[in-house]
C-alpha cells in the first residue's frame, strides 16, 4: 500500500498548499504499519485535529483511533453526526451537545482526558479554541490495548465508524492542555495547516512517547 510518513507525533499531508489534507470517503483510512506503546487505563492525553466532515457524517464517524482488537479496548475521537464525541468500544464515552460541526468546513478540534479508563467522566472538548459541554452516552472503565493507530476509521468491520470528509492534521501530547493551552494551539494549528500551511509551529508540551517516523499503509480502498 502506500505509505505517509509521521513526523514525532504529529500527521500532517506532505503538501504545503490549502490542499494539505486527505479526502476520506467512508470505507478507506490509514493504518500505522507497527502499534504506537500507547496503553492502559491512566493515560493522560490531548488530541488536537483539523478536520472537514462531509454534509452528514456517519453514525460513529472516527478521525483518529487506536485499533480495538479482538477485546474491543481501543479509543477512537470522532464525530456522531456532526457533534464531536469520544468512544471507547460499545458507545463508552461523551458527546457534545453543541454546536454541531459546520458540514466541509475546517474545523479545529481538541479532546483532554487525565486517564482514559475514566474518560466517559473527564473529557473535555474544545471546538476553533473554545471548550465546549458533552454529556456521558455510556459508562465503563475500559483500558486501552497494544494497538496500532488509525486515521479515518475504528473498528473497520463497522461502516458506521469511518470517517467521511477532509483531515488536516493530527497531534498526540502526553499531558492534559489547559483551557489556556486550546485556545493557543487552535491559533497556531489553524495558521499553520489552514492559513499558512507548512509554517513552523512550537511545541506546546513535552512528550513522553512519540510516533517517531511512523508509517501508515492505506487500507480500504484506493
Not at 507525533?9 to 500507547?38: K, M
Not at 453526526?81 to 471507547?88: E, K, Q, R, W
Not at 460541526?101 to 472538548?125: G, I, K, S, V
Not at 476509521?153 to 486550546?182: C, K, L
Amino acid at each position: 500500500g502506500r505509505k505517509f510518513a509521521n513526523v514525532g507525533a504529529t500527521f500532517v499531508p506532505g503538501a504545503t498548499s490549502a490542499t494539505n489534507h486527505f479526502l476520506f470517503s467512508g470505507t478507506q483510512f490509514l493504518e500505522s504499519d507497527s502499534p504506537i506503546g500507547f496503553e492502559g487505563g491512566n493515560i493522560k492525553t490531548t488530541v488536537c485535529a483539523v478536520v472537514a466532515e462531509s454534509s452528514g457524517g456517519t453514525a460513529k464517524g472516527s478521525i483518529v483511533g487506536q485499533n480495538p482488537g479482538v477485546d474491543y479496548r481501543g479509543f477512537s475521537l470522532g464525530s456522531s453526526g456532526g457533534y464531536p464525541t469520544s468512544n471507547a468500544y460499545a458507545l463508552c464515552g461523551r458527546k457534545t451537545a453543541a454546536p454541531a460541526l459546520e458540514a466541509d468546513t475546517p474545523t479545529h478540534l481538541c479532546w483532554t482526558t487525565t486517564a482514559w479508563a475514566q474518560q466517559a467522566n473527564n473529557m473535555e472538548f474544545f471546538v476553533n479554541g473554545v471548550a465546549v459541554a458533552s454529556t456521558a452516552w455510556g459508562t465503563c472503565n475500559s483500558s486501552l490495548a497494544h494497538g496500532t493507530l488509525l486515521i479515518g476509521h475504528w473498528d473497520t468491520s463497522n461502516p458506521q465508524m469511518g470517517w467521511q470528509g477532509r483531515i488536516y492534521s493530527i497531534q498526540i501530547f502526553a499531558e492534559v492542555f489547559t483551557a489556556a493551552q486550546a485556545a493557543a494551539h487552535y491559533q497556531q494549528q489553524w495558521v499553520q495547516d489552514i492559513v499558512q500551511p507548512g509554517a513552523q509551529s512550537e511545541v506546546l508540551g513535552p512528550l513522553t512517547w512519540a510516533l517517531q517516523r511512523q508509517d501508515f499503509t492505506c487500507r480500504g480502498g484506493a
